[in-house]
T-cell receptor, first 112, second 113 residues
Framework: DQQVKQNSPSLSVQEGRISILNCDYT??????FLWYKKYPAEGPTFLIS?????DKNEDGRFTVFLNKSAKHLSLHIVPSQPGDSAVYFC???????????FGKGTRLSVIA | EAQVTQNPRYLITVTGKKLTVTCSQN?????MSWYRQDPGLGLRQIYY???????DKGDVPEGYKVSRKEKRNFPLILESPSPNQTSLYFC????????????FGPGTRLTVL
């Protein structure tokens, strides 16, 4: 059973517009959420995170929103740039020694 | 430069021939882990290590072994590789499991014929 779901395998957005990537989770024990970005032929790189005690975290053009009641989080990129074209992974963590759980990823294409 | 290195980057081998993929980090991180990435399945954790001599299974440990004899190194061992282990493998490290910055290596693309 998939605990972290990214239901959109791909997303295309025009340069300058907002990109919204969504992530749903089923495990109510998750208390920390992360987004990673991955370019081809490179390892994933950390982008932004949010703790369950917050509902929003912002870092420059990137904002992550968390809706605990809906078990949903989203990553907003404003404005989108061609260099943002990559695969974005949502990941979640709970306490203890449990593994970090990743979603399947969403491929974002920002069109100039 | 802070980094995680993996070797080899590409490997083609045959079923049953033991192989080791090395992983090394220069950031004095305590936590290290191995992931595999497969189309449509995302990143799945194979094994992780909280510190030297402390390792534990992730989501998909079958067919893999690891060791953590030194803090900086965390090799992934496939004793008898099979075609279903053809995948893209990533090593990662961080100070703590839930820390913001988990550094990933560049990946090792393994093909088992």
């Amino acid at each position: 059973d998939q605990q972290v779901k990214q239901n959109s395998p791909s997303l295309s957005v025009q340069e300058g517009r907002i990109s919204i990537l969504n992530c749903d989770y089923t495990n109510s024990m998750f208390d920390y959420f992360l987004w990673y970005k991955k370019y081809p032929a490179e390892g994933p790189t950390f982008l932004i995170s949010i703790s369950s005690i917050k509902d929003k975290n912002e870092d420059g053009r990137f904002t992550v929103f968390l809706n605990k009641s809906a078990k949903h989080l989203s990553l907003h990129i404003v404005p989108s740039q061609p260099g943002d074209s990559a695969v974005y992974f949502c990941a979640a963590s709970e306490g203890g020694n449990t593994p970090l759980v990743f979603g399947k990823g969403t491929r974002l294409s920002v069109i100039a | 430069e802070a980094q995680v290195t993996q070797n080899p980057r590409y490997l083609i081998t045959v079923t049953g021939k033991k192989l080791t993929v090395t992983c090394s980090q220069n950031m004095n991180h305590e936590y290290m882990s191995w992931y595999r990435q497969d189309p449509g399945l995302g990143l799945r954790q194979i094994y992780y290590s909280m510190n030297v001599e402390v390792t534990d299974k992730g989501d998909v440990p079958e067919g893999y072994k690891v060791s953590r004899k030194e803090k900086r190194n965390f090799p992934l061992i496939l004793e008898s590789p099979s075609p279903n282990q053809t995948s893209l493998y990533f090593c990662a490290s961080s100070f703590g499991r839930k820390t913001d910055t988990q550094y990933f290596g560049p990946g090792t693309r393994l093909t088992v014929l």
